[in-house]
């Protein structure tokens, strides 16, 4: 029985356990529910509580936990024989392989027998993980049963393992977080080991090959990431200066000035835009945008490269315009209508209310829209290697070829790679910069939104 159909069967007994439980409910009360402590469906979900939730811990942790032990009872006799770390990293893959039925040739006999031993040892663990689970269920679920009575609290118990459950989902998002910070910070640390701190934040070049030998040419690597971030800020403003206008007056005038018909059809064509995947857009500046401006400069005698930061750009803000339109009429709708109603009694008009009232009263979210469209622009690759290329140029000329910090990233992290040279860890040192400048970024947008919101109130 594969994973799969295993817990399916056990949302089928929890299922069933969440029936019995509520009919033992009824049994015991008399069909008069008026005598139990809480409804009857609390004593069916205690009862698929019982019955699921044990039975998915001991799935988890026994399917965590297998691959190695067989492994290692697999392979324990080659281990036996002096052979190192190294060699036997080496046995586990290729065993691993031929079990996948990957590898093409025929192997050693030694791995032949570890194959071999592996598959039994496989059947059996699996064999046992379904004997053990259903066993837990079905024991869970009798247990429940047994338990039920009029004035058991149930429901304190069944809000108190759903309480649980919530804790134990925010404390992995926690530690999931904390854990991607501490990597990215380890390995930043070890590439600040090999390169200096002040030359990678205040250096003006961008050249991460780093040769073999120590007589070629580029042998030590330019690791200044200025021309990043600088190309990184631009593309963004450019995104910004499209999509900010743009998206801002789209929400005000679908949730101040259009009827609900036109608001029904045109909200969720804007709202297409998100959906399209980035690589379309990224096709569309290379092979629409790019070469329009760049014939278009050409006619009036401007030189523009053909991948440029204002194509990039451009088609970028097209791209966070939804992020913008969709967060900010939400939240201008959500504004009172007694707001409205009392500037306007008081003789204002409805662009006057619209600027003095509603706006103030929807910064906040206004601003937040803002701030999640200019995390997406930061955060952007495909339309920036179609459309602005890979050059690390520092300038603020939109007509010229940059890169951002994304796409350097993506770059250096292609194709087999050794962590221990300075190229390879760049990625990390820049993806621990870009995590802090949107850090700052975010710091800055909840101190504007605070403020705002007290002059306010």
């Known amino acids: 029985m594969q994973s799969t159909t295993l817990i399916v069967v056990l949302l089928a007994l929890s299922a ?10 009824f049994q015991v009360s008399g069909n008069d529910i008026r005598t139990l402590n809480s409804l009857p469906s609390y004593y069916g979900y205690y009862t698929a509580m019982w019955c699921g939730i044990p039975a998915l811990i001991v799935f988890s942790l026994w399917s965590m936990l297998d691959g190695r ?5 697999a392979t324990s006799s080659i281990a036996d024989s002096g052979v190192s770390a190294q060699e036997m990293s ?4 290729e065993v691993l392989r031929f079990v996948s039925g990957s590898t093409i040739g025929e192997p ?14 496989q059947d059996t663990s699996n064999a046992a993980l379904i004997v053990i689970v259903l066993s837990i269920a079905i024991a869970g679920t009798a247990f429940a049963l047994g338990k039920i009575r009029r004035d058991q609290r149930v429901r304190n118990s069944v809000e108190a393992g759903v309480m649980v459950f919530l804790i134990a989902c925010s404390t992995i998002a926690i530690f999931t977080t904390i854990g991607i910070v501490l990597s990215v910070l380890f390995e930043s640390i070890r590439f600040f080991q090999k390169v200096s701190f002040t030359d990678f934040i205040f250096g003006l070049e961008w050249s991460p090959q780093t040769a073999i030998r120590s007589d070629q040419v580029g042998s030590t690597g330019a690791f200044g990431a200025i021309p990043l971030f600088a190309g990184t800020l631009l593309i963004s403003f450019i995104a910004m200066v499209v999509a900010a206008p743009i998206g801002l007056m789209s929400a005000i005038y679908l949730a101040e000035y259009a009827s609900a018909r036109l608001r029904s059809y045109a909200k969720p064509l804007l709202e297409i835009l998100a959906g399209i995947p980035t690589v379309v857009y ?4 290379a092979l629409v945008v790019a070469p329009f401006f760049r014939n278009t400069g050409g006619l009036i005698g401007l030189d523009v490269s053909s991948e440029s930061a204002l194509a990039a750009g451009l088609v970028m803000g097209i791209m966070v315009i939804p992020f913008i339109s969709s967060l900010s009429d939400d939240v201008i709708t959500a504004v009172p209508q007694a707001l409205r109603d009392g500037a306007l009694g008081l003789g204002a008009t409805q662009s006057e209310t619209i600027r003095r009232v509603v706006i103030p009263a ?7 829209g803002m701030l999640l469209a200019v995390s997406r622009a930061i955060g952007e690759t495909m339309i920036v290697v179609m459309a602005a290329g890979l050059s690390a140029n520092l300038t603020a000329n939109p007509l010229e070829a940059v890169t951002t910090v994304t796409v350097q990233i993506v770059t250096l992290l292609v194709g087999d790679q050794e962590f221990d040279s300075a190229k390879t860890l760049a990625a990390f040192a820049l993806g621990l910069m870009l995590f802090l400048s949107t ?10 939104v605070r403020k705002y919101r007290e002059q306010y109130e």
Do not use: C, D, T
């Open 90 to 93: 080496l046995v586990y893959s």
């Open 282 to 285: 990224g096709f569309f500046a």
């Open 69 to 73: 032990a067989i492994m290692a009872m």
């Open 16 to 25: 069933a356990g969440f029936y019995m439980g509520r009919r033992k409910a």
């Open 362 to 368: 929807a910064l906040p979210g206004i601003v937040g």
């Open 439 to 448: 850090l700052v970024l975010n710091v800055i947008a909840l101190h504007v």
């Open 108 to 121: 050693q006999p030694h791995i032949v027998e570890a194959v071999a031993r592996y598959r039994e040892l």
